[in-house]
């Protein structure tokens, strides 16, 4: 099911204003767009994310201009996703969900740009602790360490604060955690 099935929609996919409203266009002056200008948040929060990128890091994001190797951002109702490292890279960030918080689109990005999940770096077993038990059936992949061959922390420590670490409880419906943190913790022997 896509998003703009879900809900109580007007004529699959319009969210329309409570009380009366015209067949193919509001009359009510209170829901008229001032000076006809329309405010939107989906570039301005991917243009914010990037701006990050350009505050905090030496990666510039510059306009396609023909290049071979470039991110086309697409809002496809297919969910928060990316292809990872170089080349004509897809990132999907489905509207609204993946496009309304910065980090999301942060992460997505990421993943274009070459990095994997926090939780996935070779060293991740000697930070975390992954309750296998309370995976859901069939997402197990997604909690598989990468192995030092391919991947590098490049001598960043480990960031249980990183955009890309999974929440403790990464998607709705999983049985309790998924992880404990060990630094600092007081996990018992027999959980690790």
């Not at 470039?70 to 080349?87: D, E, L, M, P």
């Not at 992460?107 to 939780?119: K, S």
Request: charged share 25%.
């Amino acid at each position: 099911m896509n998003p703009e099935e879900m809900g109580e929609y007007g004529e699959g996919d319009m969210l329309i204003p409570r009380g009366p409203y015209a067949r193919n266009g509001v009359r009510e002056q209170a829901l008229l767009w001032t000076n006809g200008h329309i405010p939107y948040e989906q570039r301005d929060t991917i243009m914010k994310a990037i701006a990050d990128y350009h505050r905090l890091t030496c990666l510039r994001f510059v306009p396609y201009n023909g290049q071979q190797d470039y991110v086309a951002i697409q809002g496809k109702n297919t969910g928060c996703w990316s292809s990872v490292g170089r080349g004509r890279q897809e990132v999907n960030l489905q509207i609204p969900g993946c496009i309304s918080k910065k980090g999301t689109v942060l992460h997505e990005l990421l993943h274009a740009i070459g990095f994997m999940h926090e939780q996935s770096r070779p060293e991740r077993d000697d930070f975390v602790y992954v309750r296998y038990q309370n995976i859901k059936s069939g997402a197990e992949n997604n909690f598989r360490k990468a192995d030092s061959k391919s991947a590098d922390g490049y001598g960043v420590p480990y960031d249980y604060n990183s955009v890309m670490h999974y929440s403790e409880e990464p998607q709705s419906g999983w049985l309790g955690g998924v992880f404990q943190n060990l630094f600092g913790s007081k996990a018992s022997e027999a959980e690790k």
